[in-house]
């Protein structure tokens, strides 16, 4: 049987939670893909990647193919004696990752009897001072969902604009949407504290990475790589 490991990045300081999350994540994933042993890991918790050999598919719990992608778990991976195994791309790669966040926010605005054609899109993300590239991808998922909305804009966590500078000033009737894989302390702290400063009064969505479709569209990307000649 394949194995295939879910890899986020967790919470340092407090590692357990978001271990816990991916486990629990990977066990929904798992009951989806009965041809594969799916686990979940996270770079915060020491050793959880010793799991991993070089056949074990990688799946990146992350929002963009950006550093820790591309470096830091490519490294981690070799320290863990796994330095052959594939990565796939990750999360905030997937093709369907557009359609699902504009489910999201259609659904919230019709649950408030808001017309999307007059509501606010407010991206939160996280940024990076590393690599461009979760910027980019924030940036390109608000060009592919603004024709849908009346206005879109982004903020970050960790570079400029900072989140609390784009939801100020924005009208009630906007939704924030958190570019988020997992519910960490990004999301649980950060986020609500800058809108919270900024005077935000719209309507504030779960974390992409929680919907309940996520599942299937990770099982989706494996069983595609999967069914590829090795």
């Known amino acids: 049987m394949r194995k295939a490991l879910i890899v986020a990045h967790g919470q340092p300081g407090d590692p357990v939670p978001q271990q816990n999350a991916v486990e629990a994540l ?3 994933v798992a009951a989806l893909l009965p041809q594969a042993q799916v686990r979940g890991a996270t770079l915060a918790m020491p050793g959880a990647l010793d799991i991993a050999d070089d056949k074990t ?3 990146p719990l992350f929002m963009a193919t950006g550093w820790f992608t591309r470096s830091e778990l490519p490294r981690r991976l070799t320290l863990s004696g796994a330095a052959r195994a594939r990565v796939l791309p990750p999360f905030g790669s997937d093709p369907g990752l557009p359609g699902l966040c ?4 259609s659904e919230a605005a019709a649950g408030q009897r808001w017309s999307m054609a007059q509501t606010h899109l407010l991206i939160a993300a996280h940024g990076s001072g590393r690599s461009r590239a979760p910027a980019e991808a924030a940036q390109q998922m608000a060009k592919t969902l ?3 909305v009346a206005a879109v804009s982004c903020g970050f966590i960790e570079e400029e604009p900072r989140l609390a500078d784009a939801a100020r000033g924005l009208p009630a009737q906007s939704i924030c949407l958190p570019l988020f894989a997992t519910g960490a302390d990004h999301v649980t702290d950060d ?3 800058a809108l919270a400063g900024a005077g935000f009064r719209g309507l504030t969505l779960p974390p992409v990475g929680l919907a309940p479709e996520v599942p299937r569209m990770i099982a989706n990307s494996i069983r595609a790589a999967l069914s590829e000649r090795p």
Do not use: Q, S, V
Request: charged share 5%; proline share 12%; aromatic share 6%.
């Open 26 to 28: 990977a066990a929904r």
């Open 57 to 59: 598919l990688i799946y």
């Open 102 to 105: 504009l489910a999201l926010i």
């Open 146 to 148: 603004a024709p849908h």
């Open 191 to 193: 986020l609500p504290t």
